[in-house]
């Protein structure tokens, strides 16, 4: 399997978004399950065999990681084959990048236990959630991120509060932007925004880029090009 533009894992082909879910077969792993994508040649590839590789590079990166700038090491982790122009490995991706610059940078917290929670956690929402559920998985792995860091549960007070916030705070920005969705633009937003809120409400400052550039754009058939503010600028010819 290669990272390409065209989404479908199998040929290559652009995804179809049905209105209704039905089931269907995954190509890989041969199970069942509902689901509302499958390419134009009706190729579906469930949730489990699109991120199983590209967790796993995450998780071992950031676990021997000393990044201080989630932003830097979610791109470095970008460039990997096994991580997709767009999938659910991003909600696990935001809130693993997110752990790691904030244990780099002085947050007392367990990274292999964090990361492992990150996993289950991020693991369990869906992709294609951006559209069909109105709540970007980017956003929710900073959620994610903050109610690991804080303890958050259903029945603490403000870490719940605060947990809730910092996924409203990145999921406003993410909206702002407008769509179609974009993995790495949405990852990018919601990393800045969580590392702002981070320092502002547990003062741990973790870095940030002075300019955040997206080297991806070119596999994203759907990319708003100058209208998304990480994409580079490129010089016009005389």
């Known amino acids: 399997m290669t990272r390409g533009e065209g989404a479908c894992l199998v040929c290559g082909k652009p995804l179809i978004y049905l209105k209704r879910a039905k089931e269907m077969e995954c190509s890989f792993c041969h199970k069942k399950y509902k689901s509302y994508a499958a390419c134009e040649d009706g190729h579906f590839v469930c949730d489990d065999c699109h991120e199983e590789k590209g967790i796993r590079l995450i998780l071992e990166t950031c676990a021997g990681s000393t990044a201080q700038n989630p932003i830097a090491l979610m791109q470095d982790l970008m460039e990997n084959p096994y991580l997709y122009m767009h999938g659910p490995e991003h909600h696990v991706l935001v809130g693993a990048a997110l752990l790691t610059a ?11 236990a964090s990361l492992s929670e990150m996993r289950e956690r991020g693991s369990s929402y869906p992709g294609g959630a951006c559209g069909l559920w109105g709540c970007c998985g980017a956003a929710v792995s900073a959620g994610m991120f903050f109610s690991i860091v804080t303890q958050a549960t259903p029945l603490t007070g403000k870490s719940w509060g605060l ?9 406003g920005a993410i909206a702002k932007l407008g ?17 702002l809120f981070t320092e502002h409400h547990l003062g741990i400052r973790m870095e940030l880029p002075d300019q ?14 100058q209208h998304c503010p990480y994409y580079p600028y490129v010089p016009e010819h005389p």
């Open 102 to 112: 904030y244990r780099n940078c002085g947050g007392a917290i367990d990274l292999a």
């Open 163 to 171: 947990s809730n916030q910092i996924t409203a705070q990145a999921l």
């Open 179 to 195: 769509g179609p969705r974009c993995c790495k633009r949405n990852s990018f937003t919601a990393v800045r925004e969580a590392v």
């Open 212 to 225: 955040i550039q997206c080297g991806f754009w070119a596999e994203n058939q759907q990319c708003l090009k």
